[in-house]
């Protein structure tokens, strides 16, 4: 059981260049999240997704485009790099949500470096 | 916008010794979770308390929620130098506008256990 993982782990690119972090879970959780954590600013949410083909902003989304066409894939796409979105991006899923949220389930994080 | 926030922002202590982090938040909750970071890596889930319960435990975790002063504290047992971690706690809001729903994440408390 894989579970939830992010690829690549590690990644370098230059201001402007558009990137791709790629999250895929194997659960067919309906809920998939993405979000960045900083130094002194903790876990931010930047999208999240209910189902397929439904996303919805979070606290920081400008910058960021997400789409969901399979349940089990959520690519998070930085449309043109800033050296301000260098940081640890975290992928998770979870079962349910509204108002019956249960456990968040992380994949291993992908740290992006941006020149 | 930081709904829950943990105190201290740092812990140091001794092997055996019992150590307690809190978390204050702001808004109307239907749940609070606990999460935990090692370093490097993704957060993985410890425990979740809804809002009508005052208490609960698992394995040598114990957390409390008093709703009135909106605020819940972790309380690891007889610690060990493997619980160094980051701690998280983690809010769902009631009543969030909708049906999707959103966790929002605090800032952490660093754990470091001294064998």
């Known amino acids: 059981d894989a579970g939830i993982t992010q690829s690549p782990r590690y990644k370098i690119t230059e201001t402007g260049r558009q990137v791709t972090l790629m999250c895929h879970q194997t659960?067919?959780?309906?809920?998939m999240f993405w979000y960045r954590q900083d130094l002194g600013h903790g876990l931010r949410l930047i999208y999240y997704s209910a189902a397929a083909d439904i996303t919805d902003k979070g606290e920081v989304p400008d910058g960021y485009v997400v789409s969901r066409s399979k349940t089990e894939n959520f690519p998070l796409t930085l449309e043109s790099a800033t050296r301000s979105q260098t940081s640890v991006y975290f992928c998770?899923?979870?079962?349910?949500?509204?108002?019956?949220?249960?456990?968040?389930?992380f994949g291993p994080g992908t740290r992006l470096l941006v020149l | 916008s930081q709904q829950g926030e943990e105190d201290p922002q740092a812990l140091s202590i001794q092997e055996g010794e019992n150590a307690t982090m809190n978390c204050s938040y702001k808004?109307?909750?239907?749940?609070l979770q606990w999460y935990r970071q090692n370093s490097g890596r993704g957060l993985v889930h410890l425990i979740l308390?809804?809002?009508?319960?005052r208490e609960k435990h698992s394995g040598r975790l114990r957390v409390t929620l008093d709703t009135s002063k909106k605020s819940s504290s972790l309380l690891i047992t007889a610690s060990r130098a493997a619980d160094t971690a980051s701690y998280f706690c983690?809010?769902?809001?009631?009543?969030?506008?909708?049906?999707?729903?959103?966790?929002?994440f605090g800032k952490g408390t660093l754990l470091t256990v001294n064998p």
């Open positions: 808004t109307s909750i239907n749940n």
């Open positions: 983690a809010t769902e809001e009631e009543d969030s506008g909708g049906s999707n729903y959103k966790l929002t």
């Open positions: 998770a899923s979870s079962e349910l949500g509204g108002r019956h949220q249960e456990t968040q389930y």
């Open positions: 308390i809804r809002s009508n319960e």
């Open positions: 659960w067919s959780h309906s809920y």
